[in-house]
């Protein structure tokens, strides 16, 4: 079955302990991407990848960290998680960014709370 | 930095009734334009999309969109909704010469059987 997986999907930590959400995706898409999504602000794209080796920062980029060493997987860190990274994760990918190829796949979401 | 705005937060409808939900964007160039939907406890997924030609857009179950360009708007519309369209919306967009995309705020919709 084509899917984007996350892993984990619940996760609740302490400031300042390093973690990493895990994205793999099945469907050999060369895009990838990072969202969070919170109350009133709807979803704000955190990084983003065009193919392997190949990141870029989004909107909220500050406080994490990205990495594209093969294809399917593109893990999120957050070195140093603080509260206000508190929110729900998205991943997402996409066969290419050419025109026809432009819908994401979203992942189920991994909801973060750092106390 | 562009910006997507949806005016409409929640929306209460009975069903059969005509649904129009608002997008607005800021950016003055070339746009790819999509909506996302989000039933309860399932993944975002793609109800339509424009990228050029008719700025009327047809997507998966009866929904359809209007480009308007000169209003920077994409609204959203269904002419009769039912009770399985209760989820939340997303408007987004992003450059055709970027890749980097921007969402709404999304619209809550609830239809009361």
């Known amino acids: 079955e084509a899917q984007v997986t996350q892993n984990p999907r619940y996760l609740i930590t302490v400031t300042g302990k390093k973690l990493t959400v895990t994205c793999s995706q099945n469907?050999?898409?060369?895009?990838m991407s990072w969202y969070r999504q919170d109350p009133g602000l709807g979803l704000r794209q955190i990084y983003y990848?065009?193919?392997?080796?190949?990141?870029d920062k989004g909107d909220v980029p500050e406080g994490y960290k990205v990495s594209r060493k093969e294809k399917r997987n593109f893990p999120l860190i957050l070195e140093s998680p603080s509260p206000n990274q508190t929110s729900l994760y998205f991943c997402?990918?996409?066969?290419?960014?050419?025109?026809?190829?432009?819908?994401?796949?979203f992942g189920p979401g991994t909801r973060l709370t750092v106390t | 930095a562009q910006s997507v705005s949806q005016h409409n937060h929640h929306v209460i409808l009975s069903e059969a009734a005509s649904l129009e939900l608002g997008c607005n964007y800021s950016y003055g160039g070339t746009v790819n334009l999509f909506w996302y939907v989000q039933y309860p406890g399932q993944h975002l997924q793609l109800l339509l999309k424009?990228?050029?030609?008719?700025?009327l857009v047809k997507g998966i179950k009866g929904f359809e969109a209007e480009f308007i360009k000169s209003k920077f708007s994409f609204n959203l519309r269904k002419p009769s909704v039912q009770w399985s369209d209760t989820a939340e919306y997303f408007c987004?967009?992003?450059?055709?010469?970027?890749?980097?995309?921007?969402f709404g705020t999304g619209t809550s919709l609830t239809v009361i059987p």
């Open positions: 424009y990228f050029s030609g008719d700025p």
């Open positions: 987004a967009v992003n450059s055709n010469t970027g890749n980097q995309f921007y």
């Open positions: 997402a990918s996409s066969l290419s960014t050419s025109d026809l190829y432009y819908e994401q796949y």
């Open positions: 469907m050999n898409h060369e895009y």
């Open positions: 990848s065009m193919n392997v080796e190949v990141t």
